[in-house]
């Protein structure tokens, strides 16, 4: 994956970046395994190392198609649309147990992919996993937590709105928004998962925009 330049506009520092990093570590024994929760992307493509892979749900978070991309899904000039976990309700999703051997590296990866903006605020959260043979049983997850006061947040948008998005057709280093869209409905019911708000704008993008692609 090619990195974004730390001198792209409104990109957090290396020294920034690594200090998030290292705040979010710092609980961390160095020797237990770590899990990491995924709502969006990371369900379709963690690029992590992991040893399992568990259905899981968090309270007090919902997703929400929030945040202005202007690298992965969008441009300067044409942003797209990506997911935050933002304030209030739960949001079901997938846990990935990180062995502590490569967590490290794998989430200085991550890092690079996911917190180049500071769109996100890392939380250890609390995630109960719903695999029948642990169903109920809570771990602490690290998890993306949209910022609010990041100059990306888009809030609460209509979905008048988010379907403009879509038809625009803004595109960036990994795709549209409307792929992402598909790609997250289709993930979360690979899952055996839905998300009725998603899946109700994936029902309308394919009745409103003409060049729908899965």
């Given at each position: ?21 290292h ?79 490569t ?39 690290l998890?993306?937590v ?44 690979e ?17 409103q ?6």
């Amino acid at each position: 994956m090619n990195k974004v330049p730390f001198d792209f506009p409104g990109r957090v520092t290396a020294e920034q970046q690594a200090a998030s990093l290292h705040s979010a570590l710092a609980g961390w024994d160095g020797t237990s395994p770590v899990w990491l929760f995924g709502y969006g992307s990371l369900i379709w493509n963690p690029e992590v190392t992991y040893d399992r892979r568990i259905t899981a749900r968090v309270h007090g978070y919902h997703r929400r198609l929030c945040l202005w991309s202007r690298v992965n899904r969008g441009t300067l000039e044409c942003p797209g649309l990506v997911a935050g976990l933002d304030r209030g309700g739960s949001c079901a999703g997938v846990a990935y147990r990180l062995p502590a051997s490569t967590t490290r590296d794998e989430l200085e990866r991550l890092w690079d992919r996911e917190m180049f903006m500071g769109s996100y605020a890392p939380r250890w959260l609390e995630c109960r996993l719903s695999s029948q043979a642990e169903e109920g049983a809570l771990v602490s997850a690290l998890g993306f937590v949209v910022r609010r006061d990041a100059p990306n947040y888009a809030g609460k948008l209509s979905e008048a709105e988010i379907l403009a998005v879509f038809e625009r057709g803004s595109c960036g280093r990994f795709g549209t928004s409307l792929d992402y869209l598909i790609k997250t409905v289709t993930s979360l019911r690979e899952h055996g998962l839905s998300d009725p708000h998603l899946e109700r704008l994936a029902r309308h993008a394919e009745a409103q925009v003409p060049k729908i692609r899965s």
